[in-house]
């Protein structure tokens, strides 16, 4: 699969690729000072980190709010759910702690002709951003993303979140079925892989405790 996959998805248009191409130029370019994806994907990058992000924006089907983003590292998912999300109502924030890629986030960004939130600070740090949804890749161990990400998401929000295929499920302690509903999609860019959907229930402690 290549740019022709991305091409092949719904609602995907011309304009929307060239802003993705602006991106896999970028993350090529800065990649061996910032190391922002595994080198050895580099060959594969438009299956294995534009087309793997661009389907979780298909799966959350969003509505007019905020996507926050956490960890975005070299825009994956967030530079390319900002580029799909054009034209949406669908605000985006990316939150990257590290300063370098942050400074990448933001020259990127501009570069593809986009304006989503850029913050440089950790999680923790930042106020309620008050998200609908929240996708997080590789980001932490699930005892301590759940409670930072449920800070920032409205009652009834979603997390999507990439499983990798060596990856641990939560566990019963992770998940409190009074806290969160999940669904389990199989990922479309490898079958051993999957992703997690998880709903806040809306009478359920912002807080995650």
Not at 30 to 55: E, G, K, M, Y
Not at 131 to 157: E, F, N
Request: glycine share 8%.
């Amino acid at each position: 699969m290549t740019r022709e996959a991305v091409a092949a998805l719904p609602g995907v248009s011309r304009e929307t690729l060239d802003r993705l191409h602006v991106l896999a130029v970028h993350v090529v370019r800065w990649n061996p000072r910032i190391n922002l994806v595994a080198p050895r994907s580099l060959s594969d990058l438009w299956t294995r980190h534009i087309l793997d992000s661009a389907q979780l924006w298909f799966l959350a089907a969003p509505s007019p709010g905020l996507w926050a983003d956490l960890g975005s590292g070299g825009g994956f998912p967030g530079l390319v759910i900002a580029a799909l999300a054009e034209g949406s109502g669908m605000r985006v924030a990316l939150v990257e702690s590290d300063q370098r890629k942050a400074a990448f986030l933001q020259v990127v960004a501009r570069a593809m002709g986009l304006q989503p939130e850029i913050h440089a600070a950790r999680i923790e740090a930042l106020p309620p951003l008050g998200a609908t949804i929240i996708s997080a890749r590789a980001l932490a161990p699930w005892p301590v993303l759940l409670p930072l990400a449920r800070c920032h998401l409205v009652p009834g929000g979603r997390m999507i979140l990439p499983q990798g295929e060596n990856a641990v499920p939560p566990g019963a302690t992770d998940l409190d079925s009074r806290q969160w509903s999940v669904e389990d999609r199989r990922s479309m860019t490898n079958p051993e892989s999957t992703i997690l959907i998880l709903t806040a229930r809306p009478s359920a402690d912002p807080t995650g405790t």
